[in-house]
């Protein structure tokens, strides 16, 4: 069944976002993206067993991302592709309590996916976002658990070179520094909504924390450490790479 959650785009697409559904079952996640009073949607759900279900037409405004932004596009809908993920995530832990794993046989249909929705469109690695790189703090999905890594060594998305052991602290919630607002003016480069304050205040807390639970997912505590560093250098030196 298609969603009648949609309205027409505004911007050319530039974006694709990737989510879990956050709900207890395929079922359940697919009834609330077609219920037209949740007014939620997004053009595609990928199920467990990797089967994938158009739900809206990509040349059609899903209503995924909701208030955020990249690169200074505040109406991510009309300029974005949304793929939700059947994966309960933060809402829905495992019976010990853990965050449920997304199975093989999914990822590889999500990859396969996203080949085909860049191709279609053009879409930049740099690009490629989870629902927690456009709305870091009111978001967490597709989560730690979402093996970026691997969707980046398919061709899916950017992922930075190997960290170093030194994980000295820099900066922490409440610092001020001149070199705040250097790290912030970076983050804004790379398509963070960002600030430049020159404090480690809690907005920018919260997107130092979506850098780590994409790119650092074993520690997201929203500091700035030197492996932190080593992920914005990395990530900056492939954005210009891709300009140049």
Known sequence: MLSPNFNDRKLPITMLVLHYTGMETAEVAH??????EAEVSAHWLVKEGGQIESLVDEDKRAWHAGVGSWNGITDVNSASIGVEIVNGGHNVL???G???PYPDIQILAVIKL???IIAR?????ANIVGHSDIAPERKEDPGEHFPWSGLAAAGVGNWPAELSEDNRV???????DRGLSIIQRGLADLGYGI???GCLDEQTQAVIRAVQRRYRPTRIDGVIDMQVMDVLKSLSLMSRSAVA
């Open 31 to 36: 009834e609330r993206l077609c219920d037209p």
């Open 94 to 96: 495992t019976a010990e």
């Open 98 to 100: 853990h965050l449920p």
């Open 114 to 116: 996203c080949k085909e």
């Open 121 to 125: 469109h053009n879409i930049k690695a």
């Open 170 to 176: 820099l900066f922490e919630l409440g610092d001020r």
């Open 195 to 197: 600030s430049v304050t």
